[in-house]
């Protein structure tokens, strides 16, 4: 335990913190350019992305060796996956635009084919006797082990880019994520957003190779979008929730991977994502089961209260078990099924509001207002005393047929 | 020159006959919601069997919901559905569904015979081999609306009229009693609308029962014998003579939309 | 030459073929659903779920480890169907997340527990290892009729050709409901046919299909195999069972050939080691994918509607 608490003070040496520090920006950054794609239904886009890099690092040690120089720079390496990431992300695109293929076919496609491709070339590099210790199966789940000062801050540096660019473009992405058609009819160039978009997401995904891998990168991007979700309904809010968790199971997952043996990194900080996210499913009291539960039942109580009531008025009989019983909780009927005096009274006034309604729809001319009929809503909450009045008066004076 | 007994035999020959009348369709208090807002809130509403019905609304009224809930395509929150008076389970093979046209992907890799083929499922089971009385059927079933020549077309390749015909053949297949048709005239062509109507009130002429979404107040007196006027909740049913008229429209429709379409539809406007 | 193909690349092939052909079937109505990467899925989580059985019963033997991977999937499935509906979330992005928090769980209990001395690894789970399902007792063609031989075949053969039976059957069975449920569900559902059940058993079928190819090729191939051949012959034709026997034709055609190409392309091109069949087979399949998509007869979207776009 102290090994953890000197992990999550910074006091587990220099580089251990350097990676905790470098693992929370990436979450921060990974946590806010998800969400873009979680909100614009794309979240599996980036799975394509992360799958597609793997031929990138391959080709890119390959090339690097020929070269004669050192094949596992990171740098260079990341370089590389970028390209074939962007390459798997246009056939992604190309794919699902061109032919009659749906989007999830076209992903799945890419990213099976693209990541089978980097195996066959991995095994090439195994067999080369410079790729011997190449290491870099570290790519597929991420390793913190044996990283070097340059890569930590290499990770820092661009966890740190990729969130100054958030910050820069937090204004047209989350428009452009909510609701394209708005955003370009205010001005916002939509193609342009969209690409910057994919730039970021590919940042992330590019940067955190090394921490979490290619596998489960993807679960730092959409985790803690769809864990904001929970919380939210508000787009800003949402960017800076999913930042806040991301930036949390980073920090907190790189923590804990360094302070014990066999707690390999990516996986530790995808299971504390995951930790919050059933926590917030649960929990939340915006979206959350817990509370939706509850919700739902309460209006389904309403739904068989103001039907019973409706029943009543036409003196129709009751044979709904649940309506039955809600009746006689409220005091409107009596164990017998008589209704009480209440009961009549509330009775006459949903039958009364029933009419009233369908004459405010015949009378009054904002449909917006008279759209708001379900049932449910008291007629009170949107007409006016007058208004009101004056279905009354209608009421009285046309009879209905 | 009728004796008394003859004539009171023949008002109690018309009693029964109005008592055992059974609806086609009878639904009690249905409520439906998405989410925290009903779309339809304690409706109830009776098909007359051998009529054909217009469900009649403004947009979001929830006409289309109507009949998905009523078949258990989206779940009911409360409310009972008889078909013939039993309970749907038991009458499935009197109903044929035609769904909204948008509501299937026209991409599907099959050709408009092997749809309308699909309505003869019940009678086919799982494993049961398509013989020559079931192409049979499904032929005439297609020629009945018109696309005969059309049989081996990709369903893709047809044109919105086309592929409506092609679903009301599948429904045709199915030989039912009581067509549900969602939409039938939704961005379909002049030809189609005349060709729909037609098996219609062919259907109806032998004495199957019809009810319909429908969004054409202009076409309401001319195709259909009853409406059921709807916005959220029952606004009205009923006789198209008597239950369509610019008092029920208004109040389904709104007081403004009603004024500038009545006057087209050259209603019977009450006093 | 006839002698050491049989022992070294017959029955590989064959696993190979009979795998990618038991992923294919399902994966027809699965892209066609809309529910492509239910394979992605699928695959990711059959790690855990061999971690889990192995740390219960102590031995790699197969029949555990498969039933640990097939309940794994259909965990996996469940879970993603509760969290989109429970938690109102797209598919995809629920999807995404239960397979990598099921994995990065595989991950962590594989390292935390002492797997050194079995065969059981990351890598394996991912890249499988059909080049070692070889056949050391044949000795010809002529061992195909000898009873000694044949007893000492790779047990994953009879298991994926015991599977690739069962999804063929169950396919042909299933054929109609499965082919009306998925054109026009709301249909399917007033002629009362099972809708959801329907789905969920096309969705355990795959994850069985995948179990047990992943037991002899592993995840990569599995996710190619439900994707790429489908979705080339989605790209050949408008009829249903034309595009299943496209898929299972190329879903053939990319293990055989990818297997060859990884055996014996190296040496063609002058290196000395194979590389990864399981690779080179979706790596195969992607480019009969790519040629469709580029020269297929039906290769543009053609209807308007749902899918039109």
Not at chain 3, 112 to 137: F, K, N, P
Request: some cysteine; proline content about 4%.
């Amino acid at each position: 335990m102290t090994e953890l608490w000197q992990a999550l003070t910074l006091q587990a040496g220099y580089n251990a913190s350097l990676v905790a520090l470098g693992a929370g920006l990436l979450g921060l950054s990974a946590g806010a350019a998800g969400s873009f794609m979680v909100l614009r239904k794309r979240a599996l886009v980036s799975d394509a992305m992360a799958h597609s890099t793997l031929p990138g690092v391959g080709i890119a040690f390959l090339i690097m060796v020929s070269f004669g120089g050192e094949g596992r720079n990171l740098a260079g390496l990341l370089i590389g996956s970028a390209v074939t990431a962007t390459l798997g992300l246009y056939l992604v695109d190309w794919i699902s635009r061109r032919t009659r293929l749906a989007e999830d076919a076209a992903i799945g496609a890419v990213l099976s084919v693209f990541f089978g491709f980097g195996v066959v070339l991995l095994t090439v590099i195994q067999t080369m006797s410079a790729g011997r210790q190449a290491g870099l199966e570290s790519f597929l789940l991420g390793s913190t082990a044996g990283m070097l000062f340059s890569d930590a801050v290499t990770i820092a540096g661009g966890g740190a880019i990729a969130l100054a660019v958030i910050w820069l473009l937090r204004r047209p992405m989350t428009l452009v994520a909510f609701d394209a058609g708005f955003a370009q009819a205010s001005g916002v160039n939509v193609r342009q957003t969209d690409l910057a978009m994919m730039a970021l997401v590919m940042g992330v995904t590019v940067i955190g190779l090394k921490f979490v891998g290619l596998i489960l990168i993807v679960a730092l991007l959409i985790i803690p979008a769809v864990t904001a979700r929970f919380w939210t309904n508000r787009a800003e809010a949402l960017l800076w929730i999913a930042a806040g968790v991301g930036g949390a199971s980073g920090y907190i997952g790189a923590a804990v991977s360094a302070s014990a043996p066999d707690l390999p990194t990516g996986p530790i900080i995808v299971l504390i994502a995951a930790a919050i996210f059933v926590f917030s499913m649960f929990f939340a009291p915006l979206r959350g089961v817990l509370y939706a539960v509850i919700r739902h039942q309460r209006f389904q109580e309403r739904v068989h209260l103001r039907q019973g009531l409706l029943a009543m008025a036409r003196s129709e009989p009751i044979h709904d078990k649940m309506t039955l019983r809600l009746l006689l909780r409220a005091g409107y009927i009596r164990a017998d099924g008589v209704a009480t005096k209440a009961g009549a009274a509330q009775a006459a006034k949903a039958a009364r509001d029933e009419r009233r309604w369908t004459t405010a729809r015949q009378v009054h001319h904002d449909s917006a207002q008279t759209g708001r009929y379900d049932g449910l809503t008291p007629i009170e909450s949107v007409f006016t005393p007058d208004e009101i009045a004056l279905f009354d008066e209608h009421l009285a004076g046309a009879p209905r047929s | 020159m009728t004796t008394p007994e003859l004539r009171i035999a023949a008002d109690n020959a018309a009693k029964m006959a109005a008592s055992t009348q059974v609806s086609a369709m009878k639904i009690r208090g249905m409520t439906v919601s998405y989410g925290e807002k009903p779309a339809l809130f304690s409706v109830d509403a009776d098909f007359a069997s051998g009529a054909m019905t217009a469900i009649i609304g403004p947009n979001g009224a929830g006409k289309s919901t109507l009949l998905k809930a009523a078949l258990g395509i989206v779940p009911r929150l409360s409310g009972e559905v008889s078909v013939f008076d039993r309970p749907l389970s038991v009458s499935r093979d009197r109903i044929a569904y035609v769904p909204q046209r948008a509501s299937v992907d026209w991409d599907f890799p099959t050709r408009v015979f092997d749809v309308v083929l699909m309505g003869l499922y019940r009678q086919l089971g799982l494993l049961g081999r398509v013989k020559a009385r079931h192409r049979q059927t499904a032929l005439e079933c297609l020629d009945r609306v018109g696309m005969a020549d059309f049989a081996d077309r990709q369903i893709g390749q047809l044109s919105g009229g086309q592929q409506q015909r092609v679903f009301l053949a599948r429904s045709l297949a199915q030989g039912a009693d009581l067509y549900l048709l969602d939409e039938p005239f939704a961005g379909v062509d002049a030809a189609t609308e005349a060709a729909i109507i037609a098996v219609l009130k062919e259907l109806k002429n032998q004495g199957k029962s019809v009810v319909a979404v429908h969004h054409d107040l202009a076409t309401v007196t001319r195709y259909f014998d009853r409406v059921l006027l709807l916005n959220v909740n029952k606004v009205a049913e009923g006789p198209v003579a008597s239950a369509f008229t610019s008092e029920t429209i208004s109040q389904t429709y709104g007081g403004r939309l009603a004024s500038a379409q009545i006057d087209q539809l050259g209603l019977l406007v009450v006093p | 030459m006839s002698a050491e193909f049989v022992q070294l690349s017959l029955t590989p092939i064959l696993i190979g073929t009979l795998a990618a052909i038991a992923c294919a079937l399902p994966g027809n109505f699965l892209i066609l659903r809309k529910q492509a990467l239910i394979g992605d899925a699928i695959s990711h989580v059959v790690l855990p779920g061999i971690v889990v059985a192995f740390l219960l019963t102590g031995t790699i033997a197969a029949v555990p480890m498969l039933i640990g991977a097939g309940a794994a999937a259909v965990v996996a499935v469940l879970l993603i169907e509760a969290i989109k509906r429970l938690g109102r979330i797209d598919p995809g992005a629920a999807m995404g997340v239960v397979f990598t928090a099921l994995f990065a769980g595989g991950v962590l209990l594989l390292e935390q527990s002492d797997t050194s001395g079995v065969h059981l690894d990351v890598e394996h789970a991912l890249m499988g290892s059909l080049e070692s399902l070889i056949w050391l007792d044949a000795t010809g063609w002529s061992s195909l009729t000898d009873p000694t031989a044949l007893a000492h075949l790779p047990p994953e053969l009879a298991r994926i050709a015991v599977v690739a039976a069962a999804v063929i059957v169950l396919t042909w069975l299933f054929w109609r409901p499965l082919e009306l449920t998925t054109f026009d569900e709301g249909f399917a559902r007033t002629i009362g046919l099972p809708v959801t059940a329907i789905g969920f058993g096309l969705v355990v079928v795959a994850a069985v299909a995948a179990v047990a190819a992943f037991d002899a090729v592993g995840s990569i191939i599995v996710i190619a195999m439900f994707i790429c051949p489908p979705a080339a012959a989605r790209l050949m034709t408008d009829r249903l069972t034309v595009q299943v026997w496209w898929s299972v034709a190329f879903a053939s055609l990319s293990a055989i050939l990818g297997y060859i190409l990884a055996g014996y392309g190296p040496l063609w091109i002058g290196l000395n080691d194979a590389v990864s069949a399981a690779g080179m087979v979706a790596t195969v399949s992607g480019v009969i994918l790519m040629l469709a998509a580029l020269f297929g007869p039906r290769r543009s979207r053609v209807g308007e509607g749902k899918g039109g776009a």
